[in-house]
């Protein structure tokens, strides 16, 4: 299976902002982990990164052409306001996740909405790094 994991802006800065909330494991950590679970699942994980939401809309969009099976997607601050990446991901007919390392249920009242959530078959929040996981077994198992 294929898989894309995108991650939106400031994902790069994992254990540099706001520890209290994403921890203190670094984007570095997130990749070997992701990758780790590739190889243990037999599975093709490409993870790609952007601060920049038409970078995001691209990607989504290539990954209908170049045989993506399932996408998980951690859009950061996009989750709340980008119709334009819920729109892309509307247009693929894949498994996707939404993945939150924090609860955004329990967060500011403008981080509890999201506008990408309905466009994805699944939302995972609050379970830190290890959600990405759960996304890839999530993905796995469609």
């Known amino acids: 299976m294929k898989l894309l994991v995108i991650n939106g802006p400031n994902l790069n800065f994992l254990g540099i902002r706001e ?3 994403y921890g203190t ?3 570095d950590a997130l990749l070997n982990m992701i990758a780790r679970k590739g190889e243990e699942n037999g599975c093709e994980v ?3 990164q952007s601060n920049h939401e038409g970078a995001i809309i691209d990607r989504i969009q290539d990954a ?3 045989g993506t099976e399932g996408i998980i997607i951690n859009p950061g601050a ?3 306001y980008s119709y334009a990446i819920r729109d892309a991901l ?5 498994t996707k996740v939404e993945i939150h390392i924090s609860d955004i249920t ?4 403008f981080r509890q909405v999201s506008v990408t959530a309905p466009a994805c078959d699944k939302q995972i929040y609050g379970h830190g790094l290890e959600g990405y996981l759960e996304a890839i077994d999530f993905c796995l198992k469609k």
């Open 64 to 66: 209908y052409f170049d």
């Open 25 to 27: 494991q670094d984007y």
């Open 78 to 80: 996009y989750t709340h």
């Open 106 to 109: 329990k967060r500011e009242e």
């Open 90 to 94: 509307a247009s693929i007919e894949v």
């Open 19 to 21: 520890k209290s909330v």
């Open 46 to 48: 490409e993870v790609f």
